[in-house]
């Protein structure tokens, strides 16, 4: 997982990034529809219902300063009754289910979680981040379906979006400069797999970028939607000009979509029930 700094991070509590304006631009969402939508729930569903706790985690290389902080604002930002618990680890756990609190969420060097109580199930950032982006690509691009789409990185984000996006009906190819891993991924999603990331970069117009890597303007199609959840993220003035949206924040996509696909459990399980 990579691992974010504080400098990345810090405008996310007061929402200083304005990403509902972004997103309402390219996309007609904003961030809770869309996270609402990515899960497949109604984009009028209520989360004022839902409380969660946010558990600051010490181990391996420790806290990331306004982490924390920076969940417990997003999910508040979506309806839910949120906090931060006041211990941290295994006591921050334990306060979390004390609370009686619905979702849990806590990350280490490794891992990020949201975990349901009830219904005992965990989604990952991993999932959230490539769900969310995928689904930014699918809105911003008028609809995958039927369309090429190149998935740059074959890691944890970029293989789970390969798959949301080929079940989307995207014709979808990897690029990887990792050979191996990336003909790997694509022979078990049964996609398409190229090693020259750059040249399939700058023929491709629907792009999820989840590679650590900066790519110049020169490599970016004109037109192209780019949803871009890869960490470091920039892209030059060129980029920014031949692209028609480029979509990224730093931690809000990944998390709203993690909340509510935790959410979206205790729907399912309703719906089973009638």
């Known amino acids: 997982m990579t691992r974010l700094t504080p400098d990345l991070i810090e405008c996310v509590p007061e929402g200083k990034l304005a990403l509902d304006d972004t997103l309402m631009k390219y996309t007609g969402h904003t961030m809770k529809s869309m996270a609402l939508h990515a899960a497949g729930l109604p984009e009028d569903t209520d989360l004022s219902g839902i409380t969660a706790s946010v558990v600051p985690i010490t181990s391996g290389m420790g806290i990331i300063g306004g982490f924390s902080q920076s969940v417990d604002a997003i999910l508040r930002r979506l309806g839910i009754r949120s906090h931060v618990t006041e211990g941290t680890d295994v006591l921050g756990f334990s306060k979390a289910m004390d609370s009686g609190d619905d979702l849990v969420f806590m990350a280490d060097d490794s891992m990020f979680v949201a975990y349901n ?76 797999y190229s090693c020259d990331v750059e040249g399939t970069l700058s023929k491709n117009k629907n792009v999820l970028n989840a590679a650590p890597a900066i790519f110049p303007g020169r490599l970016i199609a004109e037109g192209a939607v780019i949803s871009s959840p890869g960490v470091p993220h920039y892209y030059d003035e060129e980029g920014r000009r031949k692209a028609s949206c480029i979509i990224h924040d730093p931690l809000e996509i990944g998390v709203a979509t993690m909340a509510t696909c935790s959410v979206a459990f205790f729907h399912h399980k309703e719906d089973a029930s009638r």
């Open 117 to 192: 109580v009830r219904e005992r199930k965990y989604i990952t950032n991993f999932y959230g981040t490539a769900l969310g982006y995928a689904t930014a690509l699918d809105l911003a691009s008028g609809g995958i379906k039927g369309k090429e789409a190149l998935v740059i990185g074959a890691g944890f984000v970029g293989s789970r979006a390969a798959r949301i996006l080929r079940d989307m009906g995207a014709d979808v190819i990897i690029a990887d400069k990792i050979c191996d891993k990336g003909k790997s991924v694509a022979a078990e999603l049964g996609v398409r």
